[in-house]
């Protein structure tokens, strides 16, 4: 497309990578015999038809620098802006020179990421790929025999589907995620009754540091939302609402209570079975229970939350570990863009 000295490139023509389809208009021609309003209105505003132009060879750029699989998920993505672009943001040229500008901004910022990567940026970004792709393939792994019902949950659940061992997250961020506790670099040990994973706050505030280029960099942000939705929807949001539970004044008894038989039985070498149970899931579960089925959280994940956030105030860190999740939520889990209201 070239706006008013050659063809327009449609939506369609923008996802196929081609110079022209069949709504394509040479200059001065004809723009209503384009039956699609949107793009008739396109093809009409000269602005707008320079924004189109604009967007389709910023587009197409990023389209032949990057790899096979996220040249794809650009497409899928320019095709849902396509969508709400017809549907609702464009209902006139004003409110859609708006809109263009927007994709334009974000589209240039990838373009200009791309071109600026340093070499270990670029290979973090093609590890990353790697591992989201494998977590999507192992998202039904086997359950872990006694450990609890509820396999596959809450964080351990993302270490189990990631494939990261400790060892590799101390290749990735130079430093492991355990201080101390039963898992080896190679391995977790989830079937020890009488330990738990002490994190490191080193660990932490690599990670941190890393998560936080993860999301802000334009071309790893979208795979981040990805990784969100597909893996944290449930997780993350359960986590948070346990963490303001426990420390909620009129709990505190309760919570006060609970931890400290966690901490005699971890003290007294009486391991973490009660029953048949992972001990204090089992006391958990009511409360969760009651949270999730008045406020709409996945009860499983609440469970698995209510004992990870009393291991983390043992191992002294759960202020870092809550600023991760409060970092992650605040930046991910943006709202859905909404059509307007019909009269």
């Known amino acids: 497309m070239a706006g008013s000295i050659g063809f327009r490139m449609t939506g369609l023509a923008l996802l196929l990578g081609a110079s022209a389809v069949g709504l394509a208009v040479a200059a001065g021609g004809d723009c209503t015999k384009i039956d699609a309003p949107t793009e008739r209105m396109i093809c009409e505003d000269p602005q707008l038809n320079l924004l189109d132009g604009m967007i389709a060879k910023i587009y197409q750029d990023l389209k032949e620098r990057l790899p096979a ?3 794809e998920t650009l497409a899928g993505e320019q095709l849902q802006w396509i969508e709400r672009r017809d549907g609702f943001l464009c209902p006139d ?24 990567l340093k070499p270990e940026q670029r290979a973090l970004l093609k590890r990353l790929r790697a ?15 006694g450990l609890t019902g509820l396999p596959n ?7 189990l589907r990631s494939g990261m061992t400790p060892g590799k997250f101390r290749d990735w961020f130079g430093q492991g995620p355990f201080l101390s506790g039963p898992h080896g670099p190679d391995r977790y040990d989830f079937h020890n009754k009488k330990d738990f994973g002490r994190y490191d706050p ?18 790893t942000r979208p795979l981040m939302l990805g990784f969100y939705d597909n893996q944290m929807m449930d997780i993350a949001p359960a986590y948070f609402r346990m963490h303001s539970y426990l420390h909620a004044p009129e709990n505190a008894g309760w919570v006060a209570e609970v931890s400290a038989q966690y901490r005699q039985a971890l003290e007294q070498d009486k391991g973490l079975f009660r029953d048949g149970y992972h001990y204090p899931y ?20 609440l469970t698995t939350a209510g004992p990870f956030w009393l ?9 870092p570990v809550f600023e991760l999740l409060a970092l992650v939520m605040k930046r991910l889990e943006a709202p859905a863009p ?5 009269p």
């Not at 089992?282 to 994940?301: T, W």
């Not at 909404?338 to 019909?342: G, L, S, V």
């Open 153 to 159: 949950l809450g964080l351990r659940g993302l270490f």
């Open 282 to 301: 089992r006391e958990f579960q009511a409360v969760a229970k009651a949270i999730g089925d008045k406020e709409g959280l996945n009860v499983h994940e």
């Open 93 to 116: 040229v004003y409110s859609c020179i708006s809109t263009y500008n927007e994709r334009l901004i974000e589209l240039r910022r990838r373009q200009d990421a791309m071109t600026s």
């Open 202 to 219: 080193r660990f932490l505030a690599a990670f941190k540091e890393r998560l936080g280029f993860l999301i802000d960099n334009p071309l």
């Open 69 to 71: 699989e996220d040249a």
């Open 311 to 319: 291991r983390r105030q043992m191992d002294g860190t759960e202020g």
């Open 131 to 145: 591992l989201l792709t494998r977590m999507e393939e192992q998202w039904e792994l086997e359950p872990v025999p």
């Open 338 to 342: 909404q059509a307007p209201a019909t």
